[in-house]
């Protein structure tokens, strides 16, 4: 069974921490992706990678960083967290183009205290 | 991001079909997502188009006219367990699914 899997499912902080929240999927999945999603924003894309070290902007990546060392790990920083950063991230991967689907892990509701 | 609309709310009653639309921006179209998310989980695939018209699969239909650039999810006898958020995302080359604001769906007895 396919797993994409999110390190916390809940995690509060303060502002100016620095936070990371991490990904791990077992399919061997070439693309990996960070998303947040509000009530009424829907899901954005805030980085996404295609390999190992590599790295993409996506539509809001102010105030957010990626790391991907390894194929199946895929995490997102944020430098110093702010209460406008709370929100729930979702983490998604796929293999192969742009027509294969996206799994998704559980999601990690973050509040910045 | 790419400009995808689609309702924000609906309401249905069980046994009944429901239609949720979806429109896009054609500059850089490869394909077109939907998902179905019920509240506090992932979202789950539920199906993609690539080409022009009706992709069907048990109770669940999506269309696509890309010349159009419009998509239609469609939901057959509605049961209770359908009350979900549908997200429907656009698939380019070069980038990750870009997703529109997502239409909830709310099927009652």
């Known amino acids: 069974d396919v797993k994409v899997t999110q390190s916390s499912r809940y995690l509060v902080k303060r502002t100016g921490e620095k936070v990371f929240l991490e990904c791990v999927q077992d399919?061997?999945?070439?693309?990996m992706f960070w998303y947040r999603q509000d009530p009424g924003l829907g899901l954005r894309l805030i980085y996404f990678?295609?390999?190992?070290?590599?790295?993409e902007k996506g539509d809001i990546p102010e105030g957010y960083s990626v790391s991907r060392e390894k194929k199946e790990r895929f995490s997102l920083i944020l430098e110093s967290a702010s209460t406008n950063q709370t929100s729930m991230y979702l983490c998604?991967?796929?293999?192969?183009?742009?027509?294969?689907?996206?799994?998704f892990g559980q999601g990690t509701r973050l509040t910045v205290v | 991001g790419q400009n995808i609309d689609q309702p924000t709310e609906m309401t249905a009653t069980e046994g009944a079909i429901v239609q949720i639309n979806c429109t896009y921006q054609?500059?850089?179209?490869?394909?077109l997502f939907w998902y179905q998310q019920h509240a506090g989980e992932a979202p789950t695939f539920l199906s993609y188009n690539v080409l022009d018209g009706l992709e069907e699969k048990g109770r669940f239909s999506s269309f696509l006219s890309r010349s159009k650039g419009y998509s239609y999810l469609l939901l057959k006898e509605l049961q209770m367990k359908d009350s979900a958020s549908y997200l429907c995302?656009?698939?380019?080359?070069?980038?990750?699914?870009?997703f529109g604001k997502g239409t909830t769906l709310s099927v009652s007895s």
């Open positions: 990678s295609y390999d190992v070290k590599m790295k």
């Open positions: 995302a656009q698939s380019q080359a070069g980038t990750a699914l870009i």
């Open positions: 399919m061997d999945h070439e693309n």
């Open positions: 054609t500059s850089g179209f490869n394909g």
């Open positions: 998604a991967s796929s293999s192969g183009g742009e027509d294969t689907e996206a799994f």
